[in-house]
């Protein structure tokens, strides 16, 4: 049973312009969401965060978005360039104890110049 | 130093061979993790140390053995491996319990021949 899921394998997007790649999740325990990215042959790198006691949180062209009762979030690029061409992971996971972070399956973003 | 080193980056060993995946962080995080990898999958947990103290095994297979020498280190043994296991290993570090999400070393690509 996937928990995290990202329902777009690929996306494109021209340069300049917003991409906005999804999450959904099933476990309503799950209250603190990561993004990663990840470059080909690279581990994956921490991108942004946010709380299940927020809605919103924005660094610099990230801003990722959290709707609980929907069970969703979401990660706006914007402007959209180039070297932003990555797999993007989402995770997910319980705040008590040690996290343990549950990985959706990534989305292969890719801005075309 | 932010990284997380991993060695070897790449590794082909046969299924009666014994080797090891080696990890290091300098960055004073007390938990360490692996994770596996599979193409087009996302990242599964392996194994969490805190305090150099194993506190999760995600049922794997004995044939994989985790050992965290100190603080710094962590190790993966590998004995009797299947083709199946041929992946990507991930290491990663946090602070503590890892709320903040993990730092990930670049991975160990491994195939079982």
């Known amino acids: 049973d996937q928990q995290v899921k990202q329902n777009s394998p690929s996306l494109s997007v021209q340069e300049g312009r917003i991409s906005i790649l999804n999450c959904d999740y099933t476990n309503s325990m799950f209250d603190y969401f990561l993004w990663y990215k990840k470059y080909p042959a690279e581990g994956p790198t921490f991108l942004i965060s946010?709380?299940?006691?927020?809605d919103k949180n924005e660094d610099g062209r990230f801003t990722v978005f959290l709707n609980k009762s929907a069970k969703h979030l979401s990660l706006h690029i914007v402007p959209s360039q180039p070297g932003d061409s990555a797999v993007y992971f989402c995770a997910a996971s319980v705040t008590s104890g040690t996290y343990k972070y549950i990985f959706g399956t990534g989305t292969r973003l890719k801005v075309l110049a | 130093d932010t990284e997380v080193t991993q060695t070897p980056k790449h590794l082909v060993m046969g299924m009666t061979n014994k080797k090891s995946l080696k990890c290091e962080q300098h960055m004073g995080h007390r938990a360490m993790y692996w994770y596996k990898q599979k193409a087009k999958k996302p990242p599964e947990l392996m194994f969490v140390y805190s305090y150099e103290k194993l506190s999760i095994n995600e049922s794997v297979p004995s044939r994989f053995s985790p050992e965290c020498p100190n603080s710094s280190l962590l190790n993966l043994h590998l004995h009797a491996l299947q083709p199946e296991d041929s992946a990507l290993y991930l290491c990663?570090?946090?602070?503590?319990?890892?709320?903040?999400?993990?730092?990930f070393g670049s991975g160990t690509r491994l195939t079982v021949v």
């Open positions: 990663a570090s946090s602070q503590t319990n890892g709320v903040y999400g993990y730092t």
């Open positions: 946010i709380s299940s006691i927020k």
